[in-house]
């Protein structure tokens, strides 16, 4: 049984940094696609980052966290982590954690969700 478990959520203030963790158990993502998403009250889930290996290892982000998010990953451990510095209001959210396998579209495994507050 695959599990995705997230850990990292916190309690910030405005500026400050968190770092997510996502440990994947029961399969091996080591050339899967591993991303980070949110969904903050009221609103729908958006992508945030994703990372995946490919000849090279690649990641991509959503613009809102271009130059202060920074998604990275260790497969030796199984396990993407997600660095978020000058973190604004905004991004208070709860975080979900997630992969897929190659070659399919949509996002099979999730987490069950950190929660990020960001105060002003």
């Not at 290892?57 to 660095?83: E, H």
């Not at 997630?98 to 996002?107: C, N, P």
């Amino acid at each position: 049984q695959v599990q995705l478990v997230e850990s990292g959520g916190g309690l910030v203030q405005a500026g400050g940094s968190l770092r997510l963790s996502c440990a994947a158990s029961g399969r091996t993502f080591s050339t899967d696609t591993m991303a980070w998403f949110r969904q903050a009250p009221g609103k729908e889930r958006e992508f945030v980052a994703a990372s995946r290996w490919s000849g090279g290892y690649y990641a991509n982000y959503a613009d809102s966290v271009k130059g202060r998010f920074t998604i990275s990953r260790d497969n030796a451990k199984n396990t993407v982590y997600l660095q978020m510095n000058s973190l604004k209001p905004e991004d208070t959210a709860v975080y979900y954690c997630a992969a897929k396998e190659v070659g399919i579209s949509s996002y099979a495994y999730w987490g069950q969700g950190t929660q990020v507050t960001v105060s002003s």
